[in-house]
């Protein structure tokens, strides 16, 4: 049996010219650091993953998570 998918939303940094972080808002603890964008995306799909299995699925997190805006503050 295919399981249903969820998207969700991962806010991905540069940190210098070869440093990136990425983190999941709704999933909190997740947080990665690589080389690349395309690595940092490899390796929070991986993070998500391993959190979803360590944590039960029917728990308070929302079926579809809705983006409801995104915000920046500038200092």
Excluded: C, F, W
Aim: aromatic share 8%; no cysteine; proline share 5%.
């Amino acid at each position: 049996m295919k399981m249903a998918q969820t998207e969700y939303l991962i806010i991905v940094e540069k940190y210098g010219p070869r440093a990136y972080g990425a983190y999941v808002p709704e999933l909190p603890g997740i947080g990665v650091a690589g080389k690349t964008v395309g690595e940092v995306r490899k390796l929070v799909a991986d993070a998500i993953r391993l959190y979803l299995e360590e944590h039960d699925r029917d728990s308070d997190r929302t079926e579809n998570p809705v983006v409801v805006n995104h915000y920046t503050v500038t200092i």
